[in-house]
Nanobody, 124 residues
């Protein structure tokens, strides 16, 4: 299971840290991803990290502002979001995909498990 948390209301330029707690299985061979869905829009890729090795990938829209990381001891994945913009407003979902290769990390269909989402609202 995946449990996302940490969302909230923040002003433009502010920061939030999202957390994704994992349980119920070992995610050592999984890729952990963050996606987001704004009202009326498709769910889109934000960032991903390989649980083993820690390599990361980001959507162009969040590069240099967002950082994905993991804590093996806490079995958790994080998304540090800095310099937030109103267009970052969305529900953020964490996801886990088994053996996802780099070239498809941005695809929703590559992920097997999804958390319930946490809402982020950025005011201008």
């Amino acid at each position: 299971q995946l449990q996302a948390s940490g969302g909230g209301l923040v002003q433009a330029g502010g920061a939030l840290r999202l957390s994704c707690a994992t349980s119920g299985r070992t995610f050592g061979r999984y890729v952990m991803g963050w996606f987001r869905q704004a009202p009326g829009k498709e769910r889109e890729f934000v960032a991903a990290i390989k649980w083993s090795g820690g390599s990361t990938t980001y959507a162009d829209s969040v590069k240099s502002r967002f950082t994905i990381s993991k804590d093996n001891a806490q079995n958790s994945v994080y998304l540090q979001m800095n310099d937030l913009k109103p267009e970052d407003t969305a529900i953020y979902y964490c996801a886990a995909g088994y053996g996802v290769i780099q070239s498809v990390m941005h695809l929703k269909r590559a992920y097997d498990y999804w958390g319930q989402g946490t809402e982020v609202t950025v005011s201008s």
